[in-house]
């Protein structure tokens, strides 16, 4: 186990011999977020015209079918954008060797896993009741 902490430590080998690796690890987990939030406010903003536009165009049983149609479209586009998170977060935890940071992806896997399990639920149940 000593190896482990003097890894820990001096930074490992990536980070005494491969730095420049290491930093282009950075930068790719980094557009990775960046292209996750962009996925979450493409998402919003498609989401909140879709339901603008069934609220002022729409009446009745279509301006709700419209509305759970968006919210559809809306949840697919967070999963997504989870899923890559995830990504980014396994890049930033295998280049470091902390124990702190493996519990905290940990951690962060299970609670998106378990926000993406009851979002798919939900959407099933959406998309079931509009007859997809």
């Given at each position: ?66 509305t ?22 396994i ?24 926000i ?8 099933e ?8």
């Amino acid at each position: 186990m000593g190896g482990l902490l003097e890894l820990e430590q001096d930074g490992g080998v990536l980070h005494g011999r491969f730095h420049w690796l290491v930093e282009a690890l950075e930068w790719a987990a980094a557009g990775i977020d960046i292209a996750a939030i962009l996925l979450i406010l493409i998402g919003a903003a498609r989401f909140v015209l879709g339901v603008g536009a069934a609220e002022l165009f729409q009446r009745g049983a279509e301006r709700v079918i419209k509305t759970n149609r968006e919210r559809v479209e809306l949840g697919r586009y967070i999963l997504a954008s989870l899923e890559l998170f995830i990504v980014s977060d396994i890049i930033h935890t295998a280049l470091s060797l902390a124990f702190a940071d493996l519990m905290f992806l940990g951690l962060l896997v299970v609670i998106r896993s378990i926000i993406s399990f009851f979002l798919d639920r939900e959407l099933e149940l959406v998309k079931k009741d509009l007859g997809d």
